[in-house]
């Protein structure tokens, strides 16, 4: 068995409650799609304002081990 490799890809999360519900909300959705997520990096913290209300953005990287 070889050492394992990992790659990383970049999403934006978005919650209208918090950073962390779009964090949240950015690796559950990743997971549909991708598996053996190991881990995740927050790059950037960022909203919007919608009818007065801030929708947060979260730029997160997250790192997952490719298969054999």
């Keep these: 068995m070889s050492d394992p490799i ?6 934006v999360g978005t919650s209208d409650v918090n950073v ?4 949240r909300n950015a690796i559950h959705r990743a997971a549909k799609t991708v598996h053996n997520l190991q881990w995740f990096e ?6 919007a304002i919608h ?11 997250i790192g997952f081990r490719l298969d054999e």
Excluded: D
Excluded at 6 to 11: D, L, Q, S
Excluded at 20 to 23: F, K, L, R, W
Excluded at 51 to 61: I, L, T, Y
């Design 20 to 23: 962390h519900e779009a964090v």
């Design 51 to 61: 009818n007065g209300e801030p929708r947060f953005q979260v730029a997160v990287r």
């Design 6 to 11: 990992y790659k990383i890809i970049e999403v």
């Design 42 to 47: 927050v790059k950037e913290i960022r909203g």
